[in-house]
């Protein structure tokens, strides 16, 4: 039990439905259906190559689909729909959506040239338009949530690479996203940094974000997820609960999966 402050509502908030993916003739996501609701905490295991990144991919539209659908709160990601037919939206309208759904990426990606503060303060000012002054008030709370208000005048190279991710996680709230998207955000870093970047995703969990976050840290998995999907193959072999897909795996492929990153 996570404790949220927040209680997870009833509403899906993320519907991805028989999603299918090629990259040329490599049939990479091979329908996949998951859901996640406002204020959960879904989480995606699986071994390389089994099609996480290009899911979370899918879900911004940095990867268009090859079939299927997915939505955030109700609206079609990347696409329109017409007689049955999908049709990918404008750039801009991409924009918008992409708005609206952070990510955080194995790597950092931070502007090298910038101190941490106007790392976390580009986006709102360069995408939103939102006055110098808030903005800056804004960045260092956010800054001081996840623990680095001592840094906001460091620029990356200064900082260690769990510094850097929890500026990544700064950066992308900034937006307010609706929806947090984490692609193996500690596995480029020292183990002894690992934990304060599950302590901040933790937190951020508390508060009722609703997060979608593929990780091998099976720990975070249980003590934070509301869900753990395991995918194998471009396929969702198994999703529950995850002390009991943990506990008692059903299918073959995901007590292999597990019994290696115990
Ligand atoms: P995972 O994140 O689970 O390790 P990925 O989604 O990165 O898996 O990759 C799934 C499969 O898609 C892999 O076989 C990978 O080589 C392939 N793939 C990923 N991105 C591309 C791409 N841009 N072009 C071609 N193949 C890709
Ligand atoms: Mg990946």
Redesign the pocket.
Do not use: A, E, N, R
């Given at each position: 039990m996570k404790g949220h402050t927040v209680p997870a509502s009833d509403k899906e908030l993320v519907r991805i439905e028989g999603v299918h993916k090629f990259?040329?003739s490599?049939h990479?996501l091979r329908g996949i259906d998951m859901t996640v609701k406002q204020g959960e905490v879904a989480v995606l295991i699986?071994?390389?190559?089994?099609?996480?990144?290009?899911?979370l991919r899918c879900v911004n539209h940095l990867e268009s689909i090859s079939a299927g659908r997915i939505r955030v709160n109700d609206e079609l990601i990347g696409y329109r729909e017409r007689g049955g037919k999908l049709h990918e939206l404008h750039v801009k309208e991409i924009a918008r959506q992409r708005r609206n759904i952070g990510m955080v990426f194995q790597r950092f990606n931070l502007f090298g040239h910038k101190t941490a503060l106007e790392n976390v303060m580009e986006a709102p000012i360069q995408v939103k338009g939102k006055d110098k002054s808030s903005t800056k008030r804004r960045a260092l709370e956010l800054l001081d949530r996840v623990g680095l208000s001592e840094r906001a005048y460091h620029y990356p190279a200064q900082l260690s690479g769990g510094q850097q991710q929890r500026v990544a996680i700064a950066r992308a709230l900034a937006m307010d996203p609706e929806l947090m998207l984490f692609d193996e955000p500690t596995s480029a870093l020292d183990p002894e940094l690992v934990g304060d970047v599950l302590n901040v995703m933790k937190d951020l969990a508390r508060s009722g974000m609703t997060m979608v976050v593929?990780t091998h840290e099976i720990g975070f998995a249980r003590e934070v997820g509301d869900t753990l999907t395991f995918?194998d193959g471009g396929v969702v072999v198994e999703s529950g609960n995850p002390r009991d897909v943990i506990a008692n795996p059903q299918h073959q492929r995901t007590q292999g999966f597990l019994s290696k990153v115990l």
């Open positions: 990259y040329g490599h990479v699986g071994p390389s190559g089994s099609g996480k990144s290009t899911l593929v995918m």
